[in-house]
């Protein structure tokens, strides 16, 4: 229902033209200068920036439609502090691999 009632940007720049169109050629024939000449002019312009706004907008929405970049990848996580590529270099190693077990085990007391 909703989608109804929404224009698309194409058909409101389109709309908002020829209504501008319109009240321009009704000032011009009109040639009325007084309030209801001001309010018209008034409403022209907004309808020509209107129509401009929706231009650009199906435009970025094209643009946008047409360039399907890939979604990004996530960011790597920081290192923890205190780790440095010679702790890693030496954790690498099996005896410190089996270092660190052991003490593991003799702090858990099993």
């Known amino acids: 229902m909703n989608r ?5 940007a ?3 720049a389109v709309v908002a033209a020829v209504a501008a169109l319109a009240l321009l050629v009704t000032l011009v024939v009109w040639r009325r200068q007084d309030l209801l000449g001001v309010v018209l002019a008034l409403l022209c312009v907004l309808l020509a ?14 643009d946008g439609a047409a360039e399907e970049t890939p979604p990004a990848a996530p960011p790597i996580p920081p290192e923890p502090f205190g780790v440095d590529a010679d702790t890693l270099d030496a954790l690498d190693s099996r005896d410190a ?6 003490r593991r ?4 007391g099993g």
Not at 49 to 62: E, T, Y
Not at 105 to 108: A, I, K
């Open 49 to 62: 920036i209107l129509s401009g706004v929706s231009v650009a907008a199906a435009r970025q929405h094209d």
């Open 105 to 108: 085990r003799g702090l858990n």
């Open 97 to 102: 691999l089996r270092a660190v077990r052991d």
């Open 10 to 12: 194409r058909t409101l």
């Open 4 to 8: 109804l009632t929404r224009l698309d």
